[in-house]
């Protein structure tokens, strides 16, 4: 079993919809959770960070964390062609590497 | 304010050749990652340094790759004998010595021929 797990994807969804990304993970040690956003043929990008459980809202998208669950969540309100990309989360425990999902490719349709 | 700098951004070589991939990390970042991506699949951990110091080389493979960041200059990521299964995208990540938030650079996309 993966330490995170991610569907691939892809994912096809229109202009203006509400994109709902998720994660799920196996060790509950991680403390510390990240989304990140790349482009095709591009480094990732960090797109929101978050501290244990609870949520953290950025403009248009939302990341949530429910460790009892072992479950992280990000939400792109009013999704935009150009939010097409691979979103991938990340978590990581103190002091520890930073462990990647597989990433889902998500394409917003004008 | 720069990002992470990497070069090459594209390096070919043939089998057996060596392959040297440069990082520079962000100003005022001392902790450096490298990851490895295939094509279809996440970022996997290779290594975690800090200057002159190795901290953590769990995804390392054991024969023909190393790792550097010495106290001048930029990190480097050696890969000697190059097979075509190395052939692949590698990111270089910096952060501060909290290391809560990763920064990741433009990557060096290497092909084996």
């Known amino acids: 079993q993966k330490e995170v797990e991610q569907d691939p994807g892809p994912l096809s969804v229109p202009e203006g919809a509400i994109v709902s990304l998720n994660c799920t993970y196996s060790?509950?040690?991680?403390?510390?959770f990240m989304w990140y956003r790349q482009y095709s043929r591009k480094g990732p990008e960090l797109l929101m960070y978050?501290?244990?459980?609870g949520n953290k809202e950025d403009g248009r998208f939302t990341a949530q964390v429910d460790k009892s669950s072992k479950y992280i969540s990000l939400f792109i309100r009013d999704s935009q062609p150009s939010d097409s990309a691979t979103y991938l989360c990340?978590?990581?425990?103190?002091?520890?590497?930073?462990?990647f999902g597989q990433g889902t490719e998500l394409s917003v349709k004008p | 304010n720069a990002g992470v700098m990497q070069n090459p951004r594209h390096l070919v070589r043939r089998r057996g050749q060596e392959a040297r991939l440069r990082c520079s990390p962000m100003?005022?970042?001392?902790?450096v990652y490298w990851y490895r991506q295939l094509p279809e699949e996440g970022l996997k951990f290779m290594v975690y340094?800090?200057?002159?110091?190795?901290?953590?080389e769990s995804g390392m493979p054991k024969e023909r790759f190393s790792a550097e960041f010495p106290k001048e200059g930029p990190s480097i990521l050696r890969i000697q004998q190059v097979v075509r299964g190395d052939s692949a995208a590698y990111f270089c990540?910096?952060?501060?010595?909290?290391?809560?938030?990763?920064?990741f650079g433009p990557g060096t996309r290497l092909t084996v021929l």
């Open positions: 100003k005022g970042h001392s902790h």
């Open positions: 340094l800090q200057k002159e110091n190795i901290i953590d």
């Open positions: 990540a910096s952060s501060l010595p909290s290391g809560t938030e990763l920064y």
């Open positions: 060790n509950s040690a991680f403390q510390y």
């Open positions: 990340a978590m990581r425990n103190q002091g520890g590497k930073l462990i």
């Open positions: 978050t501290y244990s459980s």
